[in-house]
């Protein structure tokens, strides 16, 4: 089996895990996501808009914006890395690719905070996303420019034991659940 057939194996099983606690989320996931960027205030941070049955942060997100500035990715084409347009709560949205809003005006920063969205993770800061490989590539050029904090958000139900990665595959620092904070 190559390591993208790989790869769609572990997506399929990761998507319905990630459903099924997302069918029983009732509010108050990004509670312990608000907790952890409580101790990094007024740092640019990048957040996203949720997806699907992606985990929500963006409660985590509101608080976070009243003391530094928030950001959410715009997706600039193919095989680009991504870019982040300052969010506020008010603020107006437009549609973007893949069903994620993005701000009506872009106003671009570059975060030193990465709240990254996936569909599979290890304890080991593995992370499996959707294949199109813009987080690896975003990460990879704000990492070759400072330091930058990389937190996968996800839900515990879709921690797996090991994934098929590749070179190009980006790490997390830290992921964080409804559950529990996991340092790498």
Same mark, same amino acid.
């Given at each position: 089996?190559?390591?993208?057939?790989?790869?769609?194996?572990?997506?399929?099983? *990761?998507?319905?895990?990630?459903?099924?606690?997302?069918?029983? +989320?009732?509010? !108050?996931?990004? %509670?312990?996501?608000?907790?952890?960027?409580?101790?990094?205030? !007024?740092?640019?941070?990048?957040?996203?808009?949720?997806?699907?049955?992606?985990?929500?942060?963006?409660?985590? @997100?509101?608080?976070? *914006?009243?003391?530094?500035?928030?950001?959410?990715?715009?997706? @600039?084409?193919? =095989? @680009? #890395?991504?870019?982040?347009?300052?969010?506020?709560?008010?603020?107006?949205?437009?549609?973007?690719?893949? =069903? *994620?809003?993005?701000?009506?005006?872009?106003?671009?920063?570059?975060?030193?905070?990465?709240?990254?969205?996936?569909? #599979?993770?290890?304890? *080991?800061? !593995?992370?499996? =996303?959707? !294949?199109? %490989?813009?987080? +690896?590539?975003?990460?990879? %050029?704000?990492?070759?420019?400072?330091?930058?904090?990389?937190?996968?958000?996800?839900?515990? #139900?879709?921690?797996? %034991?090991?994934?098929?990665?590749?070179?190009?595959?980006?790490?997390?620092?830290?992921?964080?659940?409804?559950? +529990?904070?996991? +340092?790498?």
């Amino acid at each position: 089996m190559t390591l993208a057939e790989q790869k769609s194996v572990v997506r399929k099983a *990761a998507f319905a895990a990630r459903k099924a606690a997302f069918d029983l +989320d009732r509010g !108050g996931a990004s %509670g312990v996501l608000s907790s952890v960027l409580a101790g990094y205030r !007024g740092v640019p941070l990048a957040g996203y808009m949720p997806i699907r049955s992606e985990i929500d942060p963006l409660p985590a @997100m509101a608080e976070a *914006a009243a003391h530094g500035p928030v950001s959410v990715p715009v997706i @600039m084409g193919a =095989g @680009m #890395a991504l870019r982040f347009s300052r969010w506020t709560p008010e603020g107006a949205l437009r549609d973007g690719p893949f =069903g *994620a809003r993005v701000p009506e005006v872009d106003d671009f920063i570059e975060p030193e905070i990465v709240i990254v969205p996936l569909v #599979a993770y290890t304890r *080991a800061g !593995g992370r499996l =996303g959707y !294949g199109g %490989g813009f987080y +690896d590539r975003t990460l990879e %050029g704000l990492r070759a420019r400072r330091a930058t904090l990389a937190i996968g958000f996800a839900y515990s #139900a879709q921690e797996v %034991g090991e994934l098929p990665l590749e070179a190009t595959d980006q790490p997390l620092d830290m992921i964080v659940t409804e559950r +529990d904070v996991i +340092d790498v």
